[in-house]
């Protein structure tokens, strides 16, 4: 007969007790090399005491994280959940460290952001450089994350700015600012046989090879409401992905079209990769902005805000242009500024 599981309760305070940061990085290795030999090699210690720490981490949970087997090992559903948490607790102590050693280097601010692909390719990409030569003091941990996934960084107080579009549900504590405008194009190779073409009509574009967008995906949602849903678009090839450097391999290497935010598609515009196929209509879309805590924001999260406001107000207005014409040292305050207002 099985034993009853131990309440929350008797879990955390074996934990708080006993559970240290080899616990949880043992069970990250094992879980992603499948094996404890492959694991040991990694972490630069023997097999038995990966294997001691990990039997420890399951006496205190009471409960198998791991099936052992001839080829290795498998993480069980249990296993799966510890190991989800123990990464997040693992990236925050690197974090922890990124952020100390910089402080005692001579930083005197962090900023953490989240910001979409579209915000990295159509602003970010052009504003941090100038934001880092203005503000060297400041350490700016950055990284790309998923729209799903957005709200839940905000929510748990992950980042101190996100880049994202605006969405009908703007998460409890935070508010928008509008900084770009965007809209969706349509996109080919130089090569395709419309790409010298001065005007394509959607008759025209329902006749060509279409490179699938994610069925998650606002593109999609664009697609079905140009087209219509009664007969699908051609597309020769199965792949949907939103990886922006299987997408240009496909379109590069082939004569299919597809629908991509101006935002996204910007960089590869410019580097001549892709051509705009100008469609005879506009296909509007959401635009992207800064989302930021209502209380709380940092001098060095602050300083970053009205700059990426400034900045943008900039792009904004010369966005026919190919290369922003902006000033250095216009674009945003120092933090001693930010301080005394």
């Not at 402080?103 to 579209?118: E, H, K, P, T, W």
């Not at 579009?165 to 046989?193: M, N, Y």
Request: with cysteine.
């Amino acid at each position: 007969m099985t034993s009853p599981a131990p309440p929350p309760s008797v879990l955390r305070q074996r934990l708080w007790a006993r559970a240290r940061i080899r616990h949880l990085k043992m069970a990250v290795e094992v879980a992603e090399s499948g094996s404890l030999h492959k694991a040991a090699l990694s972490m630069g210690i023997s097999q038995p005491a990966v294997s001691n720490v990990l039997a420890d981490l399951e006496s205190m949970l009471e409960t198998p994280l791991f099936i052992r087997h001839a080829r290795g090992m498998n993480v069980t559903p249990i296993g799966a959940e510890v190991v989800r948490v123990a990464r997040r607790i693992l990236a925050e102590i690197d974090d922890v460290a990124e952020q100390t050693a910089a402080l005692r280097g001579g930083a005197i601010g962090v900023v953490r952001m989240a910001a979409v692909g579209g915000a990295i390719t159509g602003l970010l990409a052009v504003a941090i450089p100038e934001f880092a030569r203005l503000q060297p003091q400041v350490l700016l941990q950055l990284q790309e994350a998923d729209p799903t996934a957005m709200p839940a960084l905000l929510s748990r107080g992950e980042v101190d700015l996100a880049l994202w579009r605006a969405s009908g549900t703007v998460p409890s504590g935070w508010h928008f600012k509008e900084l770009i405008t965007d809209r969706f194009i349509v996109v080919a190779g130089p090569q395709h046989p419309l790409a010298r073409s001065r005007r394509v009509s959607v008759d025209q574009l329902r006749e060509q090879q279409w490179f699938a967008a994610p069925i998650d995906s606002a593109a999609l949602e664009a697609i079905d409401e140009l087209f219509g849903t009664d007969t699908p678009l051609r597309a020769p090839f199965q792949v949907a992905c939103r990886i922006p450097e299987i997408l240009l391999a496909m379109l590069t290497s082939t004569f299919q079209v597809t629908l991509l935010p101006f935002s996204v598609a910007k960089q590869f515009l410019e580097a001549g990769l892709l051509v705009e196929l100008a469609l005879d209509r506009e296909l509007p879309f959401e635009p992207l902005g800064l989302f930021e805590p209502n209380e709380g924001l940092g001098e060095a999260a602050a300083a970053m805000s009205q700059f990426l406001c400034k900045y943008a107000q900039g792009r904004q207005s010369m966005r026919h242009r190919t290369v922003s014409t902006c000033r250095p040292g216009e674009m945003g305050p120092s933090l001693g500024a930010v301080a005394r207002r």
